[in-house]
């Protein structure tokens, strides 16, 4: 009898020992898959993070190119603004005021003129 047992007790080992061979080679075949998975995942990554490096250069020089032509445009309207306000100036007649100063001033100097002569 004791024989019996101490065979059951070896088949026992033996086939955990078998289940474990079996775990064994499972994990390590999940391990690979897992690996290759990740390494996907990862050379994914970079691709996805060299494109958005791409796209915020773009976005850098987008925004730069809005700001020269902004303010190129800007420069130019103030241009056109600046002329028709002295366009508009030299179209409106002098004030009473003004027209008075001048006439002081021509005084002033037909005086200055008489007097040198």
């Known amino acids: 009898m004791e024989y019996l047992t ?8 033996i ?6 061979k079996i775990l064994k080679t499972k994990l390590q075949e999940r391990h690979e898959q897992n690996q290759v998975v990740f390494n996907y995942i990862r050379s994914e990554f970079q691709k996805l993070k060299i494109e958005l490096e791409d796209l915020h250069q773009l976005l850098r020089e987008t925004e730069s190119d809005i700001k020269s032509t902004s303010q190129s445009r800007f420069d130019k309207l103030t241009n056109q603004i600046i ?10 007649p002098p004030t009473n005021e003004e027209v008075l100063k001048r006439i002081d001033k021509v005084e002033k100097d037909s005086y200055t003129y008489r007097m040198n002569q």
């Not at 101490?6 to 080992?13: K, L, T």
């Not at 002329?83 to 409106?92: H, M, T």
């Open 6 to 13: 101490f065979g059951v007790i070896v088949v026992y080992i």
């Open 83 to 92: 002329k028709s306000v002295d366009k508009v100036r030299s179209e409106i």
């Open 15 to 20: 086939l955990q020992q078998l289940q474990l």
